[in-house]
């Protein structure tokens, strides 16, 4: 099973920027991140397909995050910018089975121990 170590978050202003990282133990196959808000449902923020570097994204995060894969790395990335208070949420990184669209993965098994993120107005 593969093992993800998050790093990265913390807090910031809106209108700022935070990077998280996620690193694979292994060979992964597709990575996103997954958030969870306070009171609110698990949702699926964004998610790479590792072979080709195809990607998905939630629509309330499109245009201000990027997933990326660190060249030769089992590393993702996750530029947030320009961050909103409702961005605050603890990310999991996730892998799973296939990459939606809509930034969400199927097939989770295996998650990542969560690191926080809190956006102040």
């Known amino acids: 099973q593969v093992q993800l170590t998050e790093s990265g978050g913390g807090s910031v202003q809106a209108g700022g920027s935070l990077r998280l990282s996620c690193e694979a133990s292994?060979?992964?196959?597709?990575l996103g991140w997954v958030r969870q808000g306070p009171q609110k449902e698990r949702e699926g923020v964004a998610c790479?397909?590792?072979?080709?570097?195809?990607?998905g994204y939630a629509d309330d995060v499109k245009g201000r995050f990027t997933i990326s894969r660190e060249a030769s790395k089992n590393t993702v990335n996750l530029q947030m910018n320009n961050v909103k208070p409702d961005d605050t949420a603890t990310y999991y990184c996730?892998?799973?089975?296939?990459?939606?669209?809509?930034?969400?993965?199927?097939?989770?098994?295996?998650w990542g121990q969560g690191t926080q993120v809190a956006v102040s107005s």
């Open positions: 292994d060979w992964p196959t597709h």
């Open positions: 790479i397909r590792l072979a080709d570097f195809r990607t």
């Open positions: 996730a892998h799973g089975r296939h990459c939606r669209a809509d930034g969400s993965l199927e097939r989770i098994d295996a």
